[in-house]
Protein backbone atom coordinates (compact mmCIF):
# COMPACT_ATOMS: atom_id res chain seq x y z
CA UNK A 1 0.00 0.00 0.00
CA UNK A 2 2.90 2.59 0.62
CA UNK A 3 4.38 2.04 -2.49
CA UNK A 4 0.63 2.51 -4.23
CA UNK A 5 0.42 5.68 -2.44
CA UNK A 6 3.95 7.06 -3.58
CA UNK A 7 3.04 6.08 -6.77
CA UNK A 8 -0.67 8.20 -7.39
CA UNK A 9 1.22 11.24 -5.51
CA UNK A 10 4.22 11.24 -7.96
CA UNK A 11 1.41 11.10 -10.96
CA UNK A 12 -0.19 13.83 -8.89
CA UNK A 13 3.23 16.08 -7.80
CA UNK A 14 4.58 16.07 -11.14
CA UNK A 15 2.59 16.78 -13.78
CA UNK A 16 1.96 19.89 -11.08
CA UNK A 17 5.21 20.68 -11.12
CA UNK A 18 5.50 20.94 -14.72
CA UNK A 19 2.75 23.37 -15.54
CA UNK A 20 4.29 25.52 -12.82
CA UNK A 21 7.72 25.50 -14.92
CA UNK A 22 5.75 25.94 -18.17
CA UNK A 23 4.25 29.39 -17.11
CA UNK A 24 7.34 30.38 -15.17
CA UNK A 25 9.00 29.54 -19.02
CA UNK A 26 6.38 31.81 -20.43
CA UNK A 27 6.71 34.58 -18.50
CA UNK A 28 10.47 34.88 -18.59
CA UNK A 29 10.45 34.73 -22.63
CA UNK A 30 8.77 37.83 -23.31
CA UNK A 31 10.70 39.67 -20.20
CA UNK A 32 14.15 38.55 -22.20
CA UNK A 33 12.52 39.85 -25.55
CA UNK A 34 11.95 43.43 -23.97
CA UNK A 35 15.47 43.51 -22.60
CA UNK A 36 16.84 42.80 -25.79
CA UNK A 37 14.59 45.10 -27.56
CA UNK A 38 15.61 47.36 -25.10
CA UNK A 39 18.88 47.40 -25.21
CA UNK A 40 18.53 47.63 -29.52
CA UNK A 41 16.43 50.45 -29.55
CA UNK A 42 16.32 52.61 -26.27
CA UNK A 43 13.17 54.38 -24.90
CA UNK A 44 13.51 57.87 -25.41
CA UNK A 45 12.32 59.89 -22.33
CA UNK A 46 10.78 62.85 -24.30
CA UNK A 47 8.74 63.56 -27.44
CA UNK A 48 10.17 65.00 -30.49
CA UNK A 49 8.50 68.36 -31.89
CA UNK A 50 9.46 70.31 -35.03
CA UNK A 51 9.44 73.85 -34.70
CA UNK A 52 9.14 75.76 -37.69
CA UNK A 53 11.15 78.37 -37.96
CA UNK A 54 9.90 82.35 -37.25
CA UNK A 55 10.50 84.61 -40.88
CA UNK A 56 10.58 88.18 -39.38
CA UNK A 57 8.01 90.38 -41.92
CA UNK A 58 9.96 93.14 -43.00
CA UNK A 59 7.27 94.49 -45.33
CA UNK A 60 6.48 97.27 -43.45
CA UNK A 61 4.04 99.39 -46.61
CA UNK A 62 0.86 97.87 -45.53
CA UNK A 63 -1.52 98.10 -42.56
CA UNK A 64 -1.30 94.15 -41.69
CA UNK A 65 2.46 94.54 -41.33
CA UNK A 66 3.04 98.16 -39.37
CA UNK A 67 4.61 98.44 -36.46
CA UNK A 68 1.81 98.36 -33.52
CA UNK A 69 1.07 101.87 -31.67
CA UNK A 70 2.44 102.17 -27.91
CA UNK A 71 0.79 104.12 -25.42
CA UNK A 72 2.82 107.89 -24.27
CA UNK A 73 3.24 106.42 -20.81
CA UNK A 74 4.61 103.18 -22.02
CA UNK A 75 8.58 102.49 -21.15
CA UNK A 76 10.90 103.95 -23.02
CA UNK A 77 12.39 100.86 -24.55
CA UNK A 78 8.75 100.21 -26.38
CA UNK A 79 9.04 103.52 -28.09
CA UNK A 80 13.25 103.32 -29.13
CA UNK A 81 14.42 101.14 -31.54
CA UNK A 82 17.83 100.14 -30.58
CA UNK A 83 20.39 98.95 -33.82
CA UNK A 84 22.71 96.01 -33.40
CA UNK A 85 25.86 97.08 -31.09
CA UNK A 86 27.57 94.08 -32.80
CA UNK A 87 26.23 93.77 -36.37
CA UNK A 88 26.23 97.09 -38.02
CA UNK A 89 22.46 97.64 -40.11
CA UNK A 90 23.13 96.13 -43.80
CA UNK A 91 22.54 98.56 -46.49
CA UNK A 92 18.52 98.70 -48.01
CA UNK A 93 19.00 97.25 -51.25
CA UNK A 94 15.42 96.41 -51.40
CA UNK A 95 13.20 98.44 -54.56
CA UNK A 96 11.53 101.73 -53.72
CA UNK A 97 8.13 100.88 -53.06
CA UNK A 98 5.43 102.82 -55.28
CA UNK A 99 3.69 105.94 -53.73
CA UNK A 100 0.73 104.76 -55.25
CA UNK A 101 0.60 101.38 -53.84
CA UNK A 102 1.29 102.52 -50.37
CA UNK A 103 -1.57 105.00 -50.50
CA UNK A 104 -3.94 102.19 -51.86
CA UNK A 105 -3.28 100.25 -48.58
CA UNK A 106 -3.66 102.60 -46.39
CA UNK A 107 -6.58 102.61 -43.63
CA UNK A 108 -6.42 104.65 -40.69
CA UNK A 109 -5.69 107.72 -43.30
CA UNK A 110 -5.90 109.52 -46.70
CA UNK A 111 -4.57 111.75 -49.04
CA UNK A 112 -5.47 115.00 -48.64
CA UNK A 113 -4.68 118.52 -50.93
CA UNK A 114 -3.67 116.24 -53.80
CA UNK A 115 -3.31 119.16 -56.11
CA UNK A 116 -0.70 120.46 -54.63
CA UNK A 117 1.65 117.30 -54.79
CA UNK A 118 4.89 117.89 -56.84
CA UNK A 119 4.58 121.99 -56.43
CA UNK A 120 6.82 123.80 -54.26
CA UNK A 121 6.33 123.97 -50.40
CA UNK A 122 5.38 127.74 -49.79
CA UNK A 123 8.02 128.92 -47.24
CA UNK A 124 7.52 130.16 -43.58
CA UNK A 125 9.17 130.98 -40.69
CA UNK A 126 8.22 129.59 -36.84
CA UNK A 127 9.93 130.26 -33.78
CA UNK A 128 10.08 126.73 -32.01
CA UNK A 129 8.56 125.95 -27.92
CA UNK A 130 12.59 126.69 -27.30
CA UNK A 131 13.05 129.93 -29.25
CA UNK A 132 14.57 128.42 -32.04
CA UNK A 133 13.90 130.27 -35.45
CA UNK A 134 13.27 127.81 -38.46
CA UNK A 135 12.55 128.64 -42.11
CA UNK A 136 11.55 125.61 -44.37
CA UNK A 137 13.75 126.55 -46.98
CA UNK A 138 16.71 126.18 -45.13
CA UNK A 139 15.92 122.15 -45.06
CA UNK A 140 16.46 122.16 -48.64
CA UNK A 141 18.29 119.08 -49.52
CA UNK A 142 16.63 117.54 -46.49
CA UNK A 143 13.45 114.99 -46.52
CA UNK A 144 10.82 117.32 -44.17
CA UNK A 145 7.85 116.05 -42.54
CA UNK A 146 5.48 118.68 -40.83
CA UNK A 147 2.70 117.14 -38.60
CA UNK A 148 -0.08 119.28 -37.44
CA UNK A 149 -1.64 118.49 -34.17
CA UNK A 150 -2.81 119.36 -30.72
CA UNK A 151 -2.50 118.27 -27.52
CA UNK A 152 -6.09 117.62 -26.77
CA UNK A 153 -6.29 115.48 -30.21
CA UNK A 154 -6.34 111.49 -29.12
CA UNK A 155 -5.31 110.42 -32.29
CA UNK A 156 -2.13 112.99 -32.48
CA UNK A 157 -1.22 111.54 -29.04
CA UNK A 158 -1.32 107.82 -30.51
CA UNK A 159 0.59 108.92 -33.37
CA UNK A 160 3.42 110.56 -30.56
CA UNK A 161 5.18 107.24 -29.92
CA UNK A 162 5.76 106.28 -33.48
CA UNK A 163 6.84 110.09 -34.21
CA UNK A 164 9.53 109.31 -31.15
CA UNK A 165 10.73 106.23 -32.91
CA UNK A 166 11.23 107.77 -36.54
CA UNK A 167 12.86 110.56 -34.50
CA UNK A 168 15.52 107.59 -32.99
CA UNK A 169 15.96 105.92 -36.35
CA UNK A 170 16.26 108.58 -38.35
CA UNK A 171 18.94 111.22 -37.98
CA UNK A 172 18.42 115.14 -38.74
CA UNK A 173 20.52 115.09 -41.69
CA UNK A 174 18.62 112.98 -43.42
CA UNK A 175 14.88 114.21 -42.05
CA UNK A 176 13.70 117.25 -40.37
CA UNK A 177 10.13 116.60 -38.10
CA UNK A 178 8.55 119.95 -37.71
CA UNK A 179 5.29 119.33 -35.25
CA UNK A 180 3.04 122.36 -35.47
CA UNK A 181 0.53 123.40 -33.54
CA UNK A 182 -1.88 125.40 -33.89
CA UNK A 183 -3.64 128.17 -31.42
CA UNK A 184 -7.06 127.97 -30.26
CA UNK A 185 -8.85 129.49 -27.70
CA UNK A 186 -11.25 126.72 -26.90
CA UNK A 187 -10.17 124.29 -26.12
CA UNK A 188 -7.31 125.68 -24.67
CA UNK A 189 -3.64 125.45 -27.00
CA UNK A 190 -1.12 127.92 -26.80
CA UNK A 191 2.62 128.43 -26.08
CA UNK A 192 2.13 127.28 -22.46
CA UNK A 193 -0.14 124.20 -22.91
CA UNK A 194 2.89 122.83 -25.45
CA UNK A 195 5.49 123.41 -22.82
CA UNK A 196 3.59 121.68 -20.05
CA UNK A 197 2.60 118.72 -22.40
CA UNK A 198 6.23 118.39 -23.00
CA UNK A 199 7.55 118.44 -19.76
CA UNK A 200 5.08 115.81 -19.01
CA UNK A 201 6.40 113.45 -22.07
CA UNK A 202 10.31 114.28 -21.80
CA UNK A 203 10.98 111.56 -24.68
CA UNK A 204 9.73 113.77 -27.32
CA UNK A 205 12.52 114.80 -29.64
CA UNK A 206 11.36 116.45 -32.09
CA UNK A 207 11.00 120.19 -33.00
CA UNK A 208 7.82 121.00 -31.49
CA UNK A 209 5.78 124.40 -32.43
CA UNK A 210 3.15 126.41 -31.42
CA UNK A 211 1.46 128.92 -34.31
CA UNK A 212 -0.85 131.12 -35.42
CA UNK A 213 -2.70 129.49 -38.31
CA UNK A 214 -3.58 132.81 -40.04
CA UNK A 215 0.44 133.60 -40.11
CA UNK A 216 0.55 130.57 -42.17
CA UNK A 217 0.39 130.45 -46.25
CA UNK A 218 -1.95 128.19 -48.03
CA UNK A 219 -2.48 124.78 -47.78
CA UNK A 220 -0.76 125.16 -44.53
CA UNK A 221 -4.01 127.26 -43.35
CA UNK A 222 -5.95 125.10 -44.45
CA UNK A 223 -5.54 122.12 -41.93
CA UNK A 224 -9.20 120.77 -41.47
CA UNK A 225 -8.59 117.93 -39.10
CA UNK A 226 -5.87 116.78 -37.05
CA UNK A 227 -3.28 115.05 -37.32
CA UNK A 228 -2.28 116.00 -41.03
CA UNK A 229 1.31 115.32 -42.41
CA UNK A 230 2.65 117.35 -45.46
CA UNK A 231 5.90 114.85 -46.53
CA UNK A 232 8.35 117.50 -48.08
CA UNK A 233 11.18 115.83 -50.90
CA UNK A 234 14.80 117.31 -51.08
CA UNK A 235 14.21 119.62 -53.77
CA UNK A 236 11.33 121.29 -51.07
CA UNK A 237 8.19 119.90 -53.34
CA UNK A 238 5.02 118.48 -51.44
CA UNK A 239 5.43 114.77 -52.33
CA UNK A 240 2.29 113.73 -50.18
CA UNK A 241 0.06 114.72 -47.24
CA UNK A 242 -1.96 112.86 -45.00
CA UNK A 243 -5.23 113.14 -42.59
CA UNK A 244 -5.41 110.48 -40.11
CA UNK A 245 -2.99 108.24 -37.70
CA UNK A 246 0.14 107.12 -39.10
CA UNK A 247 2.33 104.61 -37.78
CA UNK A 248 6.35 104.42 -38.00
CA UNK A 249 6.25 101.47 -40.46
CA UNK A 250 3.83 103.82 -43.14
CA UNK A 251 5.86 106.99 -42.59
CA UNK A 252 9.10 104.74 -43.10
CA UNK A 253 7.58 103.56 -46.23
CA UNK A 254 6.26 107.26 -47.56
CA UNK A 255 9.82 108.50 -47.22
CA UNK A 256 11.29 105.91 -49.39
CA UNK A 257 8.04 105.42 -51.79
CA UNK A 258 8.30 106.91 -55.29
CA UNK A 259 6.11 107.94 -57.77
CA UNK A 260 4.53 106.16 -59.83
Known amino acids: MPKLHNSI ?75 SPIEPAKPDISPKPSLKNVI ?7 PVFTTWYGKEAPDFTLTDIDGKVHRLGDYRGKDVMIIFWATWCGPCRYEIPHL ?36 ENPRINYTVFSADASTMAAPFDKIASIPCS ?25 LQAEWP
Open 9 to 83: WALIVIPVIALVLGIIMLAIVPMQQKAEQTQVEPVHQHQHVHIEPVIEDTNETTATNIEPAVSINEPEQTETLNE
Open 230 to 254: FFIDSAGKIKLATAGLLTLGEIKAI
Open 104 to 110: RSARTWG
Open 164 to 199: IALRNRVSTDELAMLAISYQTPMPPENAEVIKKFLQ
